[in-house]
T-cell receptor, first 115, second 113 residues
Framework: AQSVTQPDIHITVSEGASLELRCNYSYGATPYLFWYVQSPGQGLQLLLKYFSGDTLVQGIKGFEAEFKRSQSSFNLRKPSVHWSDAAEYFCAVGAAGGGADGLTFGKGTHLIIQP | IAGITQAPTSQILAAGRRMTLRCTQDMRHNAMYWYRQDLGLGLRLIHYSNTAGTTGKGEVPDGYSVSRANTDDFPLTLASAVPSQTSVYFC????????????FGPGTRLTVL
């Protein structure tokens, strides 16, 4: 079965500083990987996804993530955070070809932006 | 505007009552999903449907039922609500069951007393 670990429950970053959110996955074959963002009281919005090809993927809002098969990681990065980036971030893994498991989500990382 | 709508936005319910959460999408997606979100547990899949007329159980299906009479609607029913079903419920859809990019609705916050 697939699984996702987000080691950091909370992260605090100063506005303008760089950001990296960690995500490790467990899956026996080639995974499909996603990062979603959830603002308070809102649904989940897709930031970016990796299916195949270039291991560095660009997303919306200036985010990027790098797939590293050797480390089973898909960390999310942003060079300079803005106060509006404060939100909950979820990493998710899906089986290539879909399946009854749908997406498996990590437990989320809560991002706090300090002025 | 294309997307997923959920109703109600929030609800307080007495234990033992029956409740149906509604979900409608206008993207003509074949697959639909229900998740619950609980603090510290992330999102967990309750039920899914890969196409109209078929449904399947996810990770936490007990106490919930779904139906998929047509492509657009995927209601979630709690036959007899219990306090442990207090949660935020998200409906999602994807183009196909084999295609993992899912689009999410705004959620329903349910409190069972």
């Amino acid at each position: 079965a697939q699984s996702v670990t987000q080691p950091d429950i909370h992260i605090t970053v100063s506005e303008g500083a760089s950001l990296e959110l960690r995500c490790n996955y467990s899956y026996g074959a080639t995974p499909y990987l996603f990062w979603y963002v959830q603002s308070p009281g809102q649904g989940l919005q897709l930031l970016l996804k990796y299916f195949s090809g270039d291991t560095l993927v660009q997303g919306i809002k200036g985010f990027e993530a790098e797939f590293k098969r050797s480390q089973s990681s898909f960390n999310l990065r942003k060079p300079s955070v803005h106060w509006s980036d404060a939100a909950e971030y979820f990493c998710a893994v899906g089986a290539a070809g879909g399946g009854a498991d749908g997406l498996t989500f990590g437990k989320g990382t809560h991002l706090i932006i300090q002025p | 505007i294309a997307g997923i709508t959920q109703a109600p936005t929030s609800q307080i319910l007495a234990a033992g009552r029956r409740m149906t959460l509604r979900c409608t999408q206008d993207m003509r997606h074949n697959a639909m999903y229900w998740y619950r979100q609980d603090l510290g547990l992330g999102l967990r899949l309750i039920h899914y449907s890969n196409t109209a007329g078929t449904t399947g159980k996810g990770e936490v299906p007990d106490g919930y039922s779904v139906s998929r009479a047509n492509t657009d609607d995927f209601p979630l029913t709690l036959a007899s609500a219990v306090p442990s079903q207090t949660s935020v419920y998200f409906c999602a859809s994807s183009v196909a069951f084999s295609y993992n990019e899912q689009f999410f609705g705004p959620g329903t916050r349910l409190t069972v007393l």
